[in-house]
Nanobody
Framework: QVQLVESGGGLVQAGGSLRLACTSS????????MGWYRQAPGKQRELVAT???????DETDPVKGRFTISRDNFRNTVYLQMNDLIPEDTAVYYC??????????????????WGKGTLVTVSS
C-alpha cells in the first residue's frame, strides 16, 4: 500500500501561482511513475503531468509552459509548480502513483494509488 497526501491548494487570482506537493508513504525511488491529475466540476478527470523514475517528464498541452512537475526523491515528494493560472485551471488536483511500468489490476486511469485531492480555485 502507498499513501499519497497532497497539499498546497487554495484560492488564487488569475495570473498567480501555486505549488502543490504530494508526499508518498513509500520511497518514490521504487515508484515507476508519479503524476498529477485534475477534475473540474462536471468534467472527467484529466492528466496534467507525469514524472517517471527514469527521468521522463510529460506535461499536457493545456498546461505546457505554465506548469512544471518535479521530484524530490529524498523527501519522497512530487511537486507541481503552477504559474500564470487561469480560471479554467480550477479543479481538484489529485496525486497518483503507478508502481511498475504496467498498471496493476485495480488501477484507475492507469495509476495504482491516489491521494484524496486538493482544491485549486482560480478567480478571474
Amino acid at each position: 500500500q502507498v499513501q499519497l497526501v497532497e497539499s498546497g491548494g487554495g484560492l488564487v487570482q488569475a495570473g498567480g501561482s501555486l505549488r502543490l506537493a504530494c508526499t508518498s508513504s513509500r520511497s518514490i525511488f521504487s515508484i515507476n511513475s508519479m503524476g498529477w491529475y485534475r477534475q473540474a466540476p462536471g468534467k472527467q478527470r484529466e492528466l496534467v503531468a507525469t514524472s517517471t523514475s527514469g527521468g521522463t517528464i510529460d506535461e499536457t498541452d493545456p498546461v505546457k509552459g505554465r506548469f512544471t512537475i518535479s521530484r524530490d526523491n529524498f523527501r519522497n515528494t512530487v511537486y507541481l509548480q503552477m504559474n500564470d493560472l487561469i480560471p479554467e485551471d480550477t479543479a481538484v488536483y489529485y496525486c497518483a502513483a503507478r508502481i511498475a511500468t504496467i498498471p496493476g489490476p485495480h488501477s484507475n486511469y492507469g495509476m495504482d494509488y491516489w491521494g484524496k485531492g486538493t482544491l485549486v480555485t482560480v478567480s478571474s
